[in-house]
T-cell receptor, first 112, second 114 residues
Framework: TQLLEQSPQFLSIQEGENLTVYCNSSSVFSSLQWYRQEPGEGPVLLVTVVTGGEVKKLKRLTFQFGDARKDSSLHITAAQPGDTGLYLCAGRNAGNNRKLIWGLGTSLAVNP | KAGVTQTPRYLIKTRGQQVTLSCSPISGHRSVSWYQQTPGQGLQFLFEYFSETQRNKGNFPGRFSGRQFSNSRSEMNVSTLELGDSALYLC?????????????FGPGTRLTVL
């Protein structure tokens, strides 16, 4: 069974701090996606990484896909209260069914 | 372009009852996937429909079923509800097969089973 482990599970920081959350697996994925989910809403796609070692930036968010395409990280610089939410990673199965495998998420609270 | 809509947003049922949830995908999208989200299990894939055909299925009991209509709208049904079925049920639409490259999620239906 493919699993995606996200760490930390919970994170509470002050506005202006930097943080990194991780998404790890022993399986190889053809691509990996990061989502943010706010209370009462569905997840919203932030980025898709496809190539091993790929780095993508979205304003203050930096996403990296591991060289072996088994892990990924999300780094937020100078966090703001608007970054608060549940960050989910989802890896697409490299096999025929191409199912998305989801992590449990990192719940981030940025305090003003 | 309107987003994915789900109805109802909130639902309270008792054990043994059945429930039907509805999802309208983004116009032009033909793939609809359903997920169950709980704090302990995260997002669990239920099934995916494309052009009225079930293309993928997760590991849920037969009490969970779904269908898709010719206009791509989808419904999922849960029969003989159990307390453990309490969850946020999310619908996601995409333009391609097998989930496509990007899924757009609806706000979900919060189901509480008493």
């Amino acid at each position: 069974t493919q699993l995606l482990e996200q760490s930390p599970q919970f994170l509470s920081i002050q506005e202006g701090e930097n943080l990194t959350v991780y998404c790890n697996s022993s399986s190889v994925f053809s691509s990996l996606q990061w989502y943010r989910q706010e209370p009462g809403e569905g997840p919203v796609l932030l980025v898709t990484v496809v190539t091993g070692g790929e780095v993508k930036k979205l304003k203050r968010l930096t996403f990296q896909f591991g060289d072996a395409r088994k892990d990924s990280s999300l780094h937020i610089t100078a966090a703001q209260p608007g970054d608060t939410g549940l960050y989910l990673c989802a890896g697409r199965n490299a096999g025929n069914n191409r199912k998305l495998i989801w992590g449990l998420g990192t719940s981030l609270a940025v305090n003003p | 372009k309107a987003g994915v809509t789900q109805t109802p947003r909130y639902l309270i049922k008792t054990r043994g009852q059945q429930v039907t949830l509805s999802c309208s995908p983004i116009s032009g999208h033909r793939s609809v996937s359903w997920y169950q989200q709980t704090p302990g299990q995260g997002l669990q894939f239920l099934f995916e429909y494309f052009s009225e055909t079930q293309r993928n299925k997760g590991n849920f009991p037969g009490r969970f079923s779904g269908r898709q209509f010719s206009n791509s709208r989808s419904e999922m049904n849960v029969s003989t509800l159990e307390l453990g079925d309490s969850a946020l049920y999310l619908c996601a639409s995409s333009s391609g097969t097998l989930g496509g490259n990007e899924q757009f999620f609806g706000p979900g239906t919060r189901l509480t089973v008493l």
